[in-house]
């Protein structure tokens, strides 16, 4: 089992940076996959950024793309999510979540998932 916990939300204007993070405990070695999704009251869970634990490799979803930053210190097993030019519609929940079967954008492919934490963006 591998337990995820999200912190670094609050609420920002329209235009600042906020930085969130994901600190994964338990079997961490077995994961090949972290990601962040997010979810707005009334809208489906939305794929943001996920890295691959093997290569490196990361991608990113159409909104967030060049603004947002994904990035992992295997030391700490901590994944942080840079997130700048921030927008009134990236207001949501954000998620956690690891993969031990699949590098992947789509959330049936994660089978751990953080509480989710919450960002504020006024306009």
């Known amino acids: 089992q591998v337990q995820l916990v999200e912190s670094g939300g609050g609420l920002v204007q329209a235009g600042d940076s906020l930085r969130l993070s994901c600190t994964a405990s338990?079997?961490?070695?077995?994961?090949?996959?972290m990601a962040w999704f997010r979810q707005a009251p009334g809208k489906d869970r939305e794929f943001v950024a996920t890295?691959?634990?093997?290569?490196?490799?990361?991608d990113y979803g159409d909104s967030v793309a060049g603004r947002f930053t994904i990035s992992r210190d295997s030391a700490e097993n901590t994944m942080s999510l840079q997130m700048n030019s921030l927008k009134p519609e990236d207001s949501a929940v954000y998620f956690c979540?690891?993969?031990?079967?699949?590098?992947?954008?789509?959330?049936?492919?994660?089978?751990?998932w953080g509480q989710g934490t919450q960002v504020t963006v006024s306009s």
């Open positions: 338990g079997r961490t070695s077995s994961l090949l996959a």
């Open positions: 979540a690891a993969a031990s079967e699949i590098f992947s954008n789509l959330a049936a492919g994660y089978n751990y």
């Open positions: 890295k691959s634990m093997q290569t490196e490799t990361t």
